[in-house]
């Protein structure tokens, strides 16, 4: 199998402690399942630096890496490949989250995380921020 794939998504927390989820749209991998936003670590990218990226292009959000908080990972591997996921926790940002790609954002308490069926690299991750915020 070849190198993981590195992924770094954030835990976005509104000041009412609720939690961001997207949903991947029609046409990609894990279609209409929910994930935690953010996107691949290209070359000579930090993952910090790829999660600002990500979030700007697919929510118009703009995250200082300051405001990136390391909680989690989840290594997982599917068939087809093997991935690692980085997970951030983020209180603070510019802008209002506005799906460029037309997936559906929901805004939830930390105890529904467990509701919304996920990628199962997402689980442990769901449930470890459940656990965390609760």
């Known amino acids: 199998m070849s190198n993981p794939l590195l992924v770094a998504a954030a835990a976005l927390l509104d000041r009412d402690g609720r939690v961001l989820l997207a949903r991947r749209p029609l046409g990609r991998k894990f279609a209409g399942l929910w994930e935690f936003p953010g996107g691949k670590v290209e070359s000579g990218e930090t993952p910090e630096a790829a999660l600002s990226r990500e979030l700007l292009e697919e929510l118009r959000l703009d995250i200082r890496e300051s405001c990136l908080a390391p909680l989690a990972f989840a290594s997982h591997a599917y068939p087809d490949f093997h991935l690692l996921m980085l997970l ?3 209180r603070g940002w510019d802008g209002t989250p506005a799906p460029v790609e037309n997936q559906e954002l929901v805004w939830i308490t930390p ?3 467990g509701d919304y069926p996920m990628p199962e690299a997402n689980r442990p ?4 921020l ?4 609760v």
């Open 125 to 128: 991750l769901a449930a470890l």
């Open 88 to 90: 951030y926790l983020c």
């Open 111 to 113: 105890a529904r995380l």
């Open 130 to 133: 459940r656990d965390f915020l």
